[in-house]
């Protein structure tokens, strides 16, 4: 089993207190961090959001007929 080791480039959390919710990302590269309010009906639909990146990043070859 092959192994690689990457580097670290953003680290992202999704942080909810007290009801709220709060995205933090973290540029590792340049040890900065931003941050921004997100509203609960965005976190919901979020699984539905990296579906559709992962598609458009990864799309699937049409199958051909025979």
Do not use: I
Request: glycine share 4%; proline share 9%.
């Amino acid at each position: 089993m092959e192994t690689s080791t990457g580097t670290l480039l953003y680290a992202a959390e999704l942080v909810e207190e007290n009801g709220a919710y709060t995205l933090v990302l973290q540029d590792v590269r340049r040890d900065t961090v931003q941050t921004t309010p997100v509203p609960k009906a965005m976190v919901d639909r979020l699984p539905t959001f990296l579906s559709a990146l992962t598609a458009k990043l990864n799309p699937v070859p049409p199958s051909r007929r025979r």
